[in-house]
């Protein structure tokens, strides 16, 4: 692993894992909203991915990806998540890093408008129908509209492998977990990040 971020502790909501350790890259941290997805881990290992582009860290919970983007070099950053808690933690994370605070949208940007943005990085948000049904086509959007890069970091939940999204990805990375995250996240032992990459005229089939 590259550099390390520093974490801070804080409440998750019970639908969800809490992460106690990210593979020690950020010591303390509990404000995870997923299982770990990996996607700071591939930025802070792939600074090019990033570096002199927009991102958007959609889902951002704790912040990790919007700080290991602005870590490395990222032109413009903003987080997103519908969690308000979810933004005082990336405040927190933000001066425990040593970097300047940077926007946080509370709002669901998913079904909106697209933005233009550079890269989108998003975790597991694939746990719901409707949702990532919803997910799904908005991506889409992005990219036929912006040209947008989308990365999904994820550890293998049924719901995401059973996605019909699984057959337009294709594995960047995959992250080994440690034991105590295992334990804490139902025996998942890796993480892996992912590329969407749909046929292009899969594009033009969007409403």
């Not at 995870?32 to 959609?58: E, F, I, K, Q």
């Not at 700080?67 to 405040?91: F, T």
């Not at 999204?165 to 993480?191: C, F, H, M, P, W």
Request: include cysteine; charge should be negative.
């Amino acid at each position: 692993m590259g550099q390390e971020l520093q974490g801070v502790h804080g409440p998750a909501p019970e639908e969800y894992s809490v992460v106690s350790d990210l593979q020690g890259s950020i010591p303390g941290l509990e404000q995870a909203h997923t299982v770990p997805a990996g996607s700071h881990w591939y930025l802070l290992d792939n600074p090019d991915v990033v570096r002199r582009r927009s991102l958007l860290d959609l889902g951002s919970g704790c912040g990790a990806v919007s700080i290991a983007a602005k870590m490395k070099g990222a032109s413009r950053v903003v987080a997103n998540d519908i969690d308000p808690v979810a933004g005082a933690a990336l405040s927190l994370n933000c001066q425990l890093n040593g970097i300047e605070d940077f926007p946080f949208n509370p709002e669901n940007m998913i079904g909106g408008e697209t933005g233009c943005w550079d890269l989108i990085v998003l975790g597991d948000m694939f746990y719901d129908e409707e949702l990532s049904h919803s997910l799904h086509h908005w991506l889409r959007r992005c990219m036929e509209q912006h040209g947008t890069v989308v990365l999904i970091g994820d550890p293998g939940r049924g719901h995401f492998l059973g996605h019909p999204i699984q057959k337009q990805l294709r594995k960047v990375a995959e992250y080994s977990l440690t034991d105590s995250t295992k334990q804490e996240n139902y025996g998942l032992s890796t993480s892996a990040v992912w590329k969407y990459e749909p046929e292009w005229h899969d594009l033009h089939t969007i409403m």
